[in-house]
């Protein structure tokens, strides 16, 4: 009996589908863990073989805490909305659920054929209304929200109105837009639209003006990743910055939770680094300078209190509102030229910008330490989600402050050692610095850190600015200018938003006859005929953003059929949070911190047991894409060798790795891959054509995308999944390398030949010898390492010795053999379920019980020991394992090699390290 993968393959596939095998239900009689996959975007490209890499990674755990007695919940789904669909739907005028379905299908096809353990009943796809149903619920439950900073959570928004009519904002300390203060009198003054403007300056979900990445070709707003170099990846069209009313959502609030967090979470110290940046907590002082020959303050932050003496200008972000206050009109021209000049740049490029920009904006501010005017500018290094949007420039102090007062010729104070303020306004004789109005500071000899600390006090005893916390956090901009997205349940009246009853959600997607915005620049849901409430109010014309459907999916799986509930209290009670997430460094920053946000939200609402979603996270490497190349000599259509090609002219060219095999072209299949191609002419190495190579990104313009279909269908879906984890370290990136997949294969073949020779069954009931044992135990403890510590690659090269090692003792026992395959089984489940039932077992390997290492198997029954001569090794000694010390030293000295060491010498002292080394001091 030979070993056919594909007949293999599909049968089991098919037995565990039909016995739900994946199955998971809460059982609280085993305990439980939840491993999770980022789940895909379905493109229409569908899987290549970088795709599988985590979800492979994922599923060997998976497999592995099922055998160690876990009930593990192991699911999957689709973040099915996106521009994509939505682009492909506007130049196809096929709807995006068509094609969206239809590359889900594809996707699903893929994923059944790798064998993944996943729990298809638990499947989820963002753009079904039973899945988006509770991604509105929950944007509701956010609107009708508000952070309180004294309970540190989330609070009903009712809470705050019945504040506000006892006390008005008296004892509010709440996030919010801009501080208000107004008493319970002005509040119940107000009309109905002026206290829905106050109430969305405190809302968790808010309406509000924000700086949005703008396209105006596509017509949306775009997320940062969804923009490269002023361009949008999709299309490569331009993008600008461009304020815009727009939903947002308050996750600034949870800035210093999403912080301390990081305390009882499992993840890289590399990965929480990044999460801090992107948060960027900062302490520092809130700073009022007003504007020369005006009423208006410029608001600013800054971290070094203390060197506000070394402030020589003032820089606005180009959409600081301040900007149209203050510019002066001689320079309204430069400085309109100028915004409109960078808008094109997202936060992030400016955040790397090299290059030093700027205009002036004729205005001046005040130092209120000082009295001196300082001139402010515009610069695109400012950006307006950071603190106020404007800052004091301090060249003396900072780089890019520097960097801009050298390119525009502006005065850079130097500070005085030791104290860092700025020599023109210290008083070296009494140790103080003196402001305009006479009145002291002392900083002198004092520590950065007390300076500052000292600083910031006295600006809080003058009323001239306070002491503040800042985050770089920014709110989430929650709205697209999309059709394919969840819809908002919320409707307009007298300008008002108001929120659909929830016995109304889910709010379905209406029919359109385009994708495009209307005539009139609205979205395209402007287009829908009927799209308003039963009483003919507006429903709202925007979207939510892809991020919406993924930021609590990982609680829809476990009770994905709930339709009371996001999720029961008996399932999030026993399921809780995720053990492992495995997924891609993209996401390193937008989902993880959407994500957690979003349950701690709910965490505050009491609908979910754990502060913290996931508890562990791995990030796997990427996939690389080995691109192979013809060399056409020039100005004709032959092509030659790779090594020949140094004694011609020649041109590379990127050819389809899939007509490639060990780099060695297929000729025919070459000329029938292009027409221009078919009477193609070859010199040859001894009678082949060798291709070159190159380790570069897989994608279809380098034509070396290599589909895991056609590598299932040659070598089966176990090599494809050895092999991947086999390529390197999981958590590096690596290139594909087909060269190496038929010793993998070659592998299992040499697997199978344990268990049959023909169709005669080898397996026998005989006592396995020694050596076996020694060989099955070792390769249980090291792979028991590896699977605990992602080290997948050295568990595929242990499986290869042990094989080997077995192979040579001619072990075909049972009690060996039968071990080896649920080790195995995590890896390769296909081969291993074939071989299980075919040595007599009933029930799913993935049912039987992980072995436990033996240590005294392990024991070696003879050492190898070095014996030394005052320090250096003369000969070896091989010694029984339990050799006591006095004989180990009788036999060091009454071996033949020591005679001439010992001549004339007497022994001062014998040194035994058992196991490794003897040494003889003599004298």
Same mark, same amino acid.
Request: contains cysteine; glycine residues 6%; aromatic residues 12%.
């Given at each position: ?8 393959? /599909? ?48 599923? @060997? ?16 789904? #689709? ?24 590359? $889900? ?23 079904? %209304? ?22 540190? !959570?989330?609070?009903?928004? +009712? ?105 009882? $979470? ?51 972000? %180009? ?9 002066? %009109? ?7 030229? #100028? ?25 001046? +501010? ?24 404007? @800052? ?38 009494? =140790? ?52 394919? =997205? ?39 849901? =402007? ?18 953003? =892809? ?46 911190? #959407? ?137 590096? /990136? ?43 135990? !070792? ?7 590896? @699977? ?88 070896? @000694? ?46």
């Amino acid at each position: 009996m030979e070993y056919n993968h594909r007949d293999i393959e /599909s049968r089991w596939q098919k037995y565990w589908k039909e016995n739900n095998v994946y199955k998971a239900e809460i059982d609280k009689s085993r305990p439980k863990f939840y491993v999770l996959d980022m789940f895909p975007y379905p493109s229409g490209a569908g899987l290549h073989v970088g795709h599988p890499l985590g979800y492979i990674a994922s599923d @060997i755990f998976s497999r592995y805490k099922r055998l160690q007695g876990f009930n593990v919940l192991h699911p999957m789904g #689709y973040d099915a909305y996106g521009l994509p669909a939505e682009q492909y739907a506007i130049q196809t005028g096929q709807h995006p659920e068509v094609t969206t379905r239809q590359n $889900i299908d594809r996707y699903r096809s893929q994923l059944d054929k790798i064998g993944f353990c996943y729990d298809w009943d638990r499947e989820i796809k963002t753009c079904d %209304p039973e899945y988006y149903k509770w991604t509105q619920w929950a944007f509701m439950q956010m609107f009708n929200s508000y952070y309180d900073r004294n309970a540190d !959570k989330a609070m009903p928004i +009712a809470d705050l109105v019945v504040e506000f009519e006892k006390n008005g904002t008296k004892e509010v300390n709440a996030a919010c837009g801009k501080e208000l203060q107004f008493t319970a009198d002005e509040w119940k003054a107000y009309s109905d639209k002026e206290k829905n403007d106050v109430l969305m300056n405190y809302r968790i979900a808010y309406l509000g003006n924000t700086m949005v990445n703008w396209c105006p070709k596509l017509g949306t707003v775009l997320a940062n990743d969804e923009v490269s170099e002023g361009l949008s990846i999709r299309g490569g069209y331009p993008v600008e910055q461009k304020l815009m009313y727009q939903w947002c959502l308050r996750v600034s609030a949870y800035a210093q939770r999403l912080l301390d967090g990081f305390d009882s $979470i499992d993840w890289t110290d590399s990965l929480k680094e990044t999460q801090r940046n992107w948060i960027g907590r900062s302490e520092g002082a809130e700073m009022r300078f007003r504007i020369a020959d005006s009423d208006v303050e410029l608001e600013i932050f800054t971290t070094r209190a203390d060197t506000v003496f070394g402030v020589t200008f003032m820089v606005l972000a %180009p959409e600081s509102a301040y900007v149209n206050m203050i510019t002066t %009109p001689d320079r309204k021209e430069a400085v309109e030229a #100028y915004i409109n000049e960078v808008k094109h740049k997202t936060e992030r490029e400016r955040m790397i910008e090299k290059n030093v920009s700027g205009v002036f904006t004729g205005a001046y +501010a005040i130092n209120p330490l000082t009295g001196k005017n300082i001139p402010v500018w515009v610069s695109d290094y400012v950006l307006a989600g950071y603190g106020t949007g404007a @800052i004091m420039a301090v060249p003396a102090h900072d780089s890019r402050d520097y960097a801009f007062a050298k390119h525009f010729d502006l005065p850079v104070i130097p500070l005085i050692e030791g104290c860092d303020v700025s020599e023109e306004s210290f008083d070296a004789k009494s =140790g103080k610095m003196i402001n305009s109005a006479g009145e002291e500071l002392n900083l002198n000899g004092m520590e950065v850190k007390d300076a500052i600390a000292a600083t910031k006090r006295f600006i809080e005893q003058k009323g001239i600015g306070k002491v503040k916390v800042n985050y770089r956090l920014r709110d989430a901009i929650f709205s697209r200018q999309r059709y394919w =997205g969840e819809p908002f349940p919320v409707y307009y009246k007298d300008g008002i938003p108001h929120l659909l009853d929830e016995s109304k959600l889910p709010l379905l997607l209406p029919e359109v006859d385009k994708f495009l915005p209307t005539e009139t620049g609205e979205p395209p849901l =402007g287009r829908a005929k009927e799209w308003h409430t039963e009483d003919g109010y507006q429903l709202e014309l925007n979207t939510m953003p =892809g991020f919406a459907g993924s930021s609590a999916y990982y609680l829809r799986y476990m009770d994905p059929r709930n339709d009371k509930a996001l999720v029961s209290e008996e399932a999030n009670g026993y399921w809780q949070d995720v053990d492992l997430y495995i997924g891609g460094t993209e996401h390193a920053t937008g989902h993880l911190i #959407y994500s957690r946000f979003w349950n701690k939200f709910l965490y505050d609402l009491g609908k979910v047991v754990k502060d913290e979603p996931f508890k562990k996270l791995i990030n796997q490497g990427m996939i690389q894409g080995r691109s192979n190349f013809v060399y056409r000599i020039k100005d004709t259509n032959t092509f030659v060798s790779s090594g020949l090609k140094k004694d011609y002219d020649v041109t590379p060219i990127h050819v389809d790795v899939n007509i490639v095999s060990n780099d060695i072209l297929d000729m025919d299949k070459f000329r029938a891959w292009r027409p221009e191609f078919n009477d193609a002419e070859f010199i040859l190495e001894d009678g082949r054509y060798v291709c070159g190579y190159a380790v570069e990104k897989m994608s279809k313009s380098m034509f070396n995308v290599v589909n895991p279909d056609d590598i299932v269908e040659r070598y089966g879906a176990d090599t494809l999944r050895l092999y991947e984890m086999f390529l390197g370290p999981l958590e590096q /990136s690596k290139p594909w390398d087909t060269n190496g997949i038929d010793g993998v294969n070659r592998f299992l073949k040499r697997l199978w030949a344990l268990f049959y020779k023909g169709d005669t069954m080898l397996v026998n009931d005989d006592k396995p010898s020694k050596e076996a044992l020694k060989a099955l135990h !070792k390769l249980i403890k090291k792979v028991t390492w590896d @699977i605990e510590n992602f080290s997948y690659n050295t568990s595929i090269a242990a499986f290869m010795i042990c094989v080997n090692d077995l192979t040579s003792m001619k072990c075909h026992s049972k009690e060996v053999l039968e071990q080896l395959l649920v080790v195995l089984a995590p890896f390769a489940p296909h081969i291993t379920e074939e071989l299980w039932h075919a040595i007599g077992n009933s029930g799913s390997i993935c049912d039987a019980e992980w072995p436990e290492c033996n240590e005294d198997y392990l024991k070696e029954d003879t050492v190898t020991m070095a014996v030394s001569f005052n320090g250096k090794a003369r000969f070896n @000694i091989e010694v029984a394992a339990d050799t006591p010390r006095e004989e180990v030293e009788k036999i060091a000295l009454e071996h033949e090699g020591a005679a001439k060491w010992l001549e004339g010498k007497s022994v001062k002292k014998i040194i035994v390290v058992p196991g490794k080394i003897v040494n003889i001091v003599i004298g």
